[in-house]
């Protein structure tokens, strides 16, 4: 079970990043049945919960956040083999957080990831608190976040599309506050590692319209 919701969730990701919208919500359906159809732990349920609020899916990422509610601190939900039941609170704050920032209230979205990093200061985290603060107008705090990501060199896991995206965001801040160097620097690292990527991914289609743009 844990393993379909898992593989599910990735291909809707996947899907995302290669602007594959209707697909992806596709299997965001799919795994959101799943979710209902069983008993996973608030670890799992936050990332399902993630991706709807990003993907503007507010009444499934209330939902889920719901059955993240029923099911914390059961010890027979499905979890990981490292379940920290302590750090549940930061998965509530996380799909929380993500919720207000995609309708549009960004600072009080800030105030649940900066609970949640308190708690849980993992990459994905990171990756909300650096994107919320992106989104409240933080840009300067946004970088530093966004520079401790890539500092993690989180490559070749679960999170790196996170660090890509760190990567991008970060060049689009340094090119709006004129450093065009460092901006033209991050670009062209992401083109280089993706030479061989999918003229279609997002992410890439990004890096060289930014680089396209910087003079």
Known sequence: LVSEFRDRLFLARAYRAKGMAQAAAEELDAVHRLATTSTLAP??????????????????????????????????????INRNTEAERAH?????????????RAAKGVESFESAYVIDPNMGTLDSLA????????????AKRFEAMLARKDYGSESQEQSFNAQIRLAEIHARL????????????????????????????DARALLAGLK
Not at 92 to 104: H, K, P
């Open 92 to 104: 509530f704050e996380i799909v929380q957080g993500e919720v207000e920032l995609a309708e549009g």
């Open 178 to 205: 004129g450093r065009s160097d460092r901006a033209r620097e991050l670009s062209e690292g992401l083109i280089a590692q993706w030479k061989g990527g999918d003229e279609d991914l997002v992410l890439l289609k």
């Open 43 to 80: 670890e799992w349920l936050s990332r399902l919960g993630k991706e709807e609020a990003r993907s503007g899916r507010m009444a499934q990422a209330r939902a889920t956040l719901g059955l993240m509610a029923k099911t914390a601190g059961d010890a027979t939900a499905a979890s990981s």
């Open 131 to 142: 994107m919320g603060l992106l989104r409240a107008g933080r840009a300067d705090e946004a």
